[in-house]
């Protein structure tokens, strides 16, 4: 019968399976340990993928290829360590053009994110990064902030389920200022308070880039619903939002409500496993009545007693008809265009767009009247 023997290795934690072998004691029939981590492009494409060396080979020179524009963390090994990430910026030295890299859950500390801080200053066409699920604090968030200072092109960020605390959220805040292109952002499960989420928060009113925004998970209690319905009254770019697994009761379920009635923008809202009651979920039902963009909203695993059946129903039949409110505005939208298109042939685009937009669906003009107006731009 064979036996099972669990390898202790700091890199590579693996079940083996291996008979003994005859003579010797079970223990010394264990393969010789692996060598050291090497980073070793494995090409599909233009993804390379980590790879760990077969036992028996001796270890290899890190080397990355300067035209990679894609890497991601393998099936083979789910562990690199600050001395790997070193490994890795120094194979990535010279590689100015790398566009998606994903750490996630690869034991990268402060230490690690410092040692990919200079070549992250270095890399102004990073567009994603995932770097979530590792040890990573305020001061790695801060250097982290600082190295993506530069870089405008960056539009995901993954950090959840590290231990950022309120002034590494701060810092982040600040280094991504100037930022326009992030659209998606994880802080997801991190160690940061009221003061972090009210700085974010600050920031969020006016962003008009960022399009999800995940932070299940983040000790949110009412007070911070309340922080973030502020933000939904004012921001007009923000489409999906998830809160779930946050302390929000009632009240920061009626403050969300009230933010509802008046956001225009909100497509997906994620409130699940919180402590909302049937107090909560009647104010939203209510908000829902007014709000026509919103089309999913989740409220499973919360305290309320007719989810299934009163509220369930209410809300089902409401993000019914915004869903297909929205159907219609995009069908709309599509069919405004080409008339404008057909009707003005020889204007720029541009100009169709603006007339389209704010003709047929803002001031309903016929399109008798639309022929009129787009005839007024080309005899100018």
Same mark, same amino acid.
């Given at each position: !019968?064979?036996?099972?023997?669990?390898? =202790?290795? $700091?890199?590579? $934690? &693996?079940?083996? /399976? /291996? @008979? $003994? &072998?005859? #003579?010797?004691? +079970?223990? /010394?029939?264990? @393969? +010789? @340990? +692996?060598p050291p981590l090497c980073l070793e492009p494995a090409t599909f494409g233009r993804s390379f993928h980590w790879t760990m060396p077969c036992p028996a080979s001796p270890p290899k020179t890190p080397l990355l290829p300067t035209s990679a524009s894609t890497l991601t963390r393998g099936e083979q090994f789910e562990w690199i360590g600050d001395e790997g990430a070193r490994e890795l910026a120094d194979a990535l030295r010279g590689n /100015?053009?790398? !566009? =998606?890299?994903?750490l996630g859950a690869v034991g990268i500390t402060d230490a690690g994110v410092a040692r990919l801080v200079n070549w992250l200053r270095g890399n102004i066409m990073l567009e994603y990064l995932d770097i979530s699920m590792n040890e990573i604090s305020d001061n790695g968030a801060a250097q982290l902030a600082d190295g993506l200072r530069g870089n405008t092109a960056l539009q995901y960020l993954d950090l959840q389920m590290n231990r950022i605390g309120d002034k590494g959220v701060s810092r982040l805040v600040d280094g991504f200022r100037g930022n326009t292109a992030l659209n998606v952002l994880n802080l997801s499960a991190n160690k940061f308070g009221i003061e972090g989420l009210g700085r974010l928060a600050d920031e969020l009113r006016d962003n008009t880039a960022l399009v999800e925004l995940h932070l299940k998970k983040a000790h949110i209690r009412d007070e911070g619903a309340g922080q973030l319905a502020d933000v939904l009254r004012n921001n007009t770019a923000l489409k999906h939002l998830e809160l779930g697994g946050n302390i929000i009761k009632d009240e920061g379920a009626a403050l969300l409500a009230d933010a509802l009635r008046v956001n225009t923008a909100l497509q997906t809202l994620d409130l699940q496993a919180c402590f909302i009651g049937d107090e909560g979920a009647a104010k939203l039902v209510d908000a829902l009545r007014e709000n026509t963009a919103l089309q999913k909203l989740h409220l499973e695993d919360n305290k309320i007693e007719d989810l299934g059946t009163r509220f369930g129903l209410q809300v089902h039949k409401l993000l019914e008809r915004n869903h297909q409110l929205q159907q219609e505005a995009v069908t709309?939208? !599509?069919?405004?265009?080409?008339?404008?298109?057909?009707? #003005?042939?020889?204007? +720029?685009v541009e100009v169709i767009e603006i007339v389209a937009r704010q003709s047929l669906w803002d001031h309903q003009l016929s399109p008798r009247e639309l022929q009129f107006l787009l005839s007024s731009f080309l005899n100018e």
């Open positions: !019968k064979s036996l099972s023997f669990l390898l =202790r290795c $700091p890199l590579l $934690p &693996t079940v083996i /399976t /291996t @008979p $003994p &072998t005859e #003579g010797l004691h +079970p223990c /010394t029939a264990l @393969p +010789p @340990p +692996p /100015t053009v790398l !566009k =998606r890299l994903d709309r939208r !599509k069919l405004v265009f080409v008339w404008s298109a057909q009707i #003005g042939a020889g204007l +720029p």
